[in-house]
């Protein structure tokens, strides 16, 4: 039995279903449902007792203790973050309560369930922190891409969170030995990824001929990361890693946001053309955001080197797979559109988009 954090959100939901799908072994998901979480992604395992969904915060410990005492799992895998950079900017306090106090409080459950249990089940035992690749700042065009030993400078409240949340991980086993992995990754894409992110964001709107909103000149950098490839990183990692280690997951494909909008665009265009000409005639530039990071890369050797793993997806095979998914799954999309997240949209990109 593993217990995971914010399964029901778009990297938490895809391990869900790739873990089970690959292992027998039980899953408790614990998850909040904020706008983000989603339980529509889970809807094929409906009815499967292997995995026990839990609607709740990690902030609440006296549900955690329980979870605990109750399914003892062997491992906790926490992907339960507020994540989305504009989101920080407008409301940071939230980040602050989810990201920081609630991984503290995880942690402190996780420590008193592992200080309890006897000396094999203690030694087993792993607490897997998923962090990102924003806590290291941003790179020059060209400085070399971010190593584990690259110092946190974090730009925005939502990497700043991260990183404290990250502080705090590497504090718990330095201090108390709680037996902790984390792994940095890249910026995620695939199925079942909410609508506000680039990705998802440019496929949904050029499906519906409206502005594609982009920031800034276009030309920040981004290495991306197809999401199959994260969760079966994070397998290894969880079987494999170093307690104590830090490992960064990335794609080896850094791109910049113009070229990934055209590139969506160009598969729309092939995939369901358009009458009214190339999706690309979309396209415009809105004022760029506060404190924008010009570029992320990640150097994911030592994960190769020490626990031999490597993506498997090429940029030009996962992202035909997200747009293939989103053309194939119209319903998810529509769900998930609702009146708040319009609300977003044209706060944030102006009302002519």
Not at 188 to 195: A, D, I, L, M
Request: net charge negative.
């Amino acid at each position: 039995m593993i217990l995971v954090t914010g399964g029901a959100g778009f990297i938490g939901g895809n391990f869900v279903l790739d873990w089970l799908a690959e292992s027998d072994e039980a899953i408790v998901n614990l998850d909040a449902l904020t706008y983000a979480g989603n339980l529509e992604t889970l809807a094929t395992l409906d009815g499967d007792r292997r995995h026990i969904f839990v609607h709740g915060d990690i902030r609440d410990r006296t549900l955690l203790d329980r979870l605990l005492a109750t399914h003892r799992p062997r491992a906790i895998i926490h992907f339960a973050a507020e994540s989305h950079v504009d989101r920080s900017i407008h409301g940071p306090e939230e980040f602050i309560r989810t990201n920081i106090e609630g991984t503290f409080i995880l942690l402190e459950a996780a420590r008193a369930y592992w200080d309890g249990l006897d000396a094999a089940d203690r030694a087993a035992f792993r607490f897997h922190h998923v962090s990102t690749d924003e806590v290291y700042g941003s790179l020059a065009a060209d400085d070399p891409p971010f190593t584990e030993s690259h110092p946190n400078k974090p730009n925005s409240p939502y990497s700043a969170s991260k990183a404290a949340s990250d502080h705090l991980v590497r504090a718990w086993f330095h201090t108390y030995g709680l037996p902790v992995l984390t792994t940095h990754c890249s910026n995620n894409y695939g199925p079942f990824h909410f609508p506000e992110k680039l990705i998802p964001l440019t496929i949904v709107r050029a499906l519906a001929g409206q502005p594609l909103p982009v920031y800034g000149d276009g030309m920040n950098v981004r290495d991306w990361l197809y999401v199959g490839d994260h969760c079966a990183a994070i397998r290894t990692t969880l079987e494999r890693g170093t307690p104590g280690e830090t490992y960064n997951i990335g794609g080896w494909n850094e791109q910049t946001n113009i070229d990934i909008v055209r590139a969506v665009c160009a598969l729309l265009d092939e995939l369901r053309p358009d009458p009214a000409g190339p999706r690309a005639r979309l396209i415009g530039f809105v004022t760029d955001r506060p404190g924008h990071d010009r570029r992320y890369a990640i150097d994911a050797r030592k994960i190769e080197r020490e626990l031999g793993w490597r993506p498997a997806e090429t940029f030009a095979t996962g992202i035909r797979k997200t747009v293939e998914w989103y053309l194939e799954n119209p319903g998810w999309v529509a769900n998930v559109q609702s009146g708040a997240y319009r609300d977003w949209v044209s706060r944030q990109y102006g009302a002519s988009a």
